[in-house]
């Protein structure tokens, strides 16, 4: 105790005070005293800092279109229009989506004319570098390597070619199965 209370002078503490100090944490007093604390009794420092709503909002911002209020919390957004930026409203987005292409998928089986004409139409409009070819048991064809995709007359033609042309590696035959899958 006497290091202790040499300390304690040392650093403006009186001796009386020191050995009150000192038998408190002897005692198990402290887990007493401690138990009547809590962080009401600490003052908040500058870098170790209590989370109160007002900092956490303070370190939150938005920007256009997107809106933050600081008092609430509460973020927020405009619902956009033809000229301005924003957010898409329940019934905007409905119109949205119905509006969106699904995909064109077939089952394609080539026929004797289709082999001879060396081409197959499909009756949708699918873009060039849009499509997914597979022909059943050789797996996936790159398009133009061994077919090419053409507008005529509102259908898209698949015309074959390379190793699916007549004089291909693998040329295509009657009965031979298209998976096509149209992703634009």
């Not at 289709?114 to 398009?143: F, H, W």
Request: glycine fraction near 8%; charge should be negative.
């Amino acid at each position: 105790m006497r290091y202790l209370s040499i300390l304690l002078l040392l650093i403006g503490i009186s001796v009386a005070n020191a050995a009150v100090i000192d038998s408190r944490f002897i005692s198990g007093a402290f887990d007493s005293l401690l138990a009547t604390k809590d962080t009401d009794d600490l003052t908040v420092g500058s870098t170790n800092l209590y989370f109160t709503d007002t900092l956490a909002r303070g370190a939150v911002s938005a920007a256009g279109p997107i809106t933050y209020n600081s008092g609430t919390g509460e973020f927020g957004c405009s619902v956009a229009s033809v000229s301005v930026a924003g957010c898409v409203s329940s019934a905007s987005f409905t119109t949205f989506t119905n509006g969106l292409v699904t995909p064109y998928k077939a089952a394609l089986t080539l026929v004797s004319d289709d082999i001879t004409a060396q081409y197959r139409d499909m009756a949708v409009e699918c873009k060039a570098n849009s499509m997914n070819l597979i022909v059943k048991g050789a797996g996936a064809v790159p398009e133009t390597l061994d077919y090419t995709l053409s507008v005529v007359s509102d259908v898209t033609r698949i015309t074959f070619a390379g190793d699916l042309a007549t004089a291909g590696a693998t040329p295509l035959v009657a009965g031979d199965v298209l998976y096509v899958k149209c992703l634009e």
